[in-house]
């Protein structure tokens, strides 16, 4: 360029020469210059004579020269002028539809045109594509392969229906995560629900009440059918399964008799399964009562209730003294001011008390006293009539004395050696004392002895109440010789009734 410079700057000078000699047949004479031989001059435009390749004709390039001699170095219409295209969004990918032609690629511009969204650098061709609802890898598809799945959630219970999807990059509103719920209508029924007894399928596990059920019951196998379950033989159910009941408590059930509701009775057995076997409270439990005495008696005061008779105890509560063995129902009553058989009255026998009596008088008696006929007995002077005169002492073979008693009336005391008083005969006692008759043989009383308008009678004898054998025999309206005693005296000896 610059050698075409000089050239067309000495040429100029030449012509002014010329000019200046008179003549100007340089000029006409000689052809242009086209130093560069590229067929323009630079009378002809060429703006490079040095420079065969730059002439008004030459097509323009993009190599920094002005090739086509119009002025412009590299304009955008140069022959490998490069295609630019818009990079709005700094991604490196432009805009197919912004394209510019240049050499040097403008300011915002790129060589790629594959850009599907030049307004987010979030979406470019070999990007990865992330659920943000655009098409970030520019493959024509928006999320392909990165949505997630969400299931429409009527009732709100967080479980969705899986009749109704949807694919989204977040959850939408109405929408759940989880499309598990096996009632969309009910948000008390989800698989994380609780499941009771209620005739549904609240956690959707596919069973109805099943045994798991929170409030399901503990039934319990009732064999022997009495309504209490054996508590080892427990089973989980909403429903009480066949041969089950609600209460565990049975204690034998293999034996219907046997159960907490049962009445515990005397047989060996915990009827009532309170863990105790006969105890004091069994329906037929007897009532038992110490016998602290050991005479066979009990108090009725100090009673125990038990199937078996405690040890110290007996089923009889009529003794009257329980420290006292010698005092019982039944015991022989003694004249010593003690209540022995527990009638209820004390020393209720005649007491005789022959202390100031000659012992030697029962061996005195020489016959016994039989009564055939008809008589009376004067307990005041001892006359019998038709058999013993009046007096005391031994007359007609039979003692009598009167006999003072303490606490009681005088007695008339006959003592005889045998006493007989015959069938149909009535012996009636007279006089203001009372009568007793000792016998030191047996006494026999098929007649009527009549004291009714006395003291009383009492007649003693071998086989009598207080000497053993069967007892005087009686009979008629009197008294008989029933339990009396006498003191005070003692057997001189032969065959005396034995004195007490």
Do not use: H
């Amino acid at each position: 360029m610059r050698a075409s410079l000089l050239a067309l700057l000495a040429l100029l000078a030449a012509c002014r020469t010329d000019t200046k000699g008179g003549t100007d047949t340089a000029r006409t004479d000689q052809p242009p210059t086209d130093a560069d031989g590229d067929g323009y001059a630079a009378e002809d435009g060429d703006c490079d004579d040095g420079d065969a390749a730059v002439n008004p004709g030459a097509t323009e390039t993009c190599d920094g020269i002005d090739n086509d001699c119009d002025g412009d170095v590299d304009e955008s219409d140069a022959a490998d002028a490069g295609t630019w295209y818009a990079d709005a969004d700094g991604d490196g990918y432009g805009d197919a539809s912004a394209a510019v032609t240049a050499c040097e690629a403008p300011s915002g511009t790129v060589a790629d045109d594959t850009d599907c969204d030049d307004t987010t650098a979030e979406a470019y061709p070999g990007n990865t594509e992330v659920c943000d609802e655009i098409d970030n890898d520019c493959d024509g598809d928006v999320d392909e392969g990165v949505t997630t799945t969400f299931w429409q959630d009527r009732d709100g219970d967080g479980y969705g229906d899986p009749a109704a999807s949807e694919e989204a990059c977040a959850q939408p509103s109405g929408y759940a995560a989880d499309g598990t719920d096996c009632d969309d209508a009910d948000a008390d029924v989800n698989p994380g629900a609780t499941e009771v007894c209620d005739g549904v399928d609240d956690d959707c596990d596919g069973d109805v009440d099943e045994s798991d059920a929170a409030d399901a019951g503990t039934w319990y196998a009732d064999a022997d059918g009495d309504g209490y379950g054996d508590a080892a033989s427990a089973v989980t159910a909403c429903e009480a399964p066949s041969g089950t009941v609600a209460d565990g408590t049975d204690c034998d059930d293999g034996d219907a008799d046997v159960n907490p509701g049962a009445t515990e009775v005397c047989d060996g057995v915990d009827d009532d399964c309170d863990g105790d076997v006969d105890e004091s409270d069994a329906a037929d439990a007897a009532t038992w009562y110490v016998d602290a005495d050991g005479d066979g008696y009990g108090d009725a005061a100090t009673t125990v209730t038990a199937c078996e008779a405690p040890s110290g105890a007996v089923a009889d509560d009529t003794d009257c003294d329980d420290g006292d063995a010698g005092v019982y129902p039944g015991a022989p009553e003694t004249c010593d001011g003690v209540d022995e058989d527990c009638d209820g009255t004390v020393d209720e026998l005649v007491c005789l008390d022959l202390s100031n009596v000659d012992a030697s008088l029962f061996d005195s008696v020489d016959g016994p006293l039989a009564i055939t006929a008809d008589t009376t007995i004067d307990t005041d002077t001892g006359e019998i009539t038709g058999i013993r005169s009046a007096g005391t002492g031994d007359v007609d073979g039979v003692w009598f004395e009167v006999v003072s008693q303490s606490g009681g009336p005088d007695l008339g005391v006959f003592v005889v050696d045998g006493f007989t008083l015959a069938s149909g005969v009535t012996a009636e006692v007279t006089g203001a004392n009372g009568l007793a008759i000792l016998s030191t043989a047996d006494v026999s009383i098929a007649g009527t002895l009549d004291a009714s308008g006395e003291d009383g009678a009492d007649i003693y004898g071998t086989s009598g109440p207080n000497a053993g054998g069967a007892g005087v025999a009686a009979a008629g309206d009197g008294g008989e010789g029933s339990d009396s005693a006498y003191t005070g005296a003692t057997d001189g000896g032969g065959d005396g009734p034995g004195l007490v």
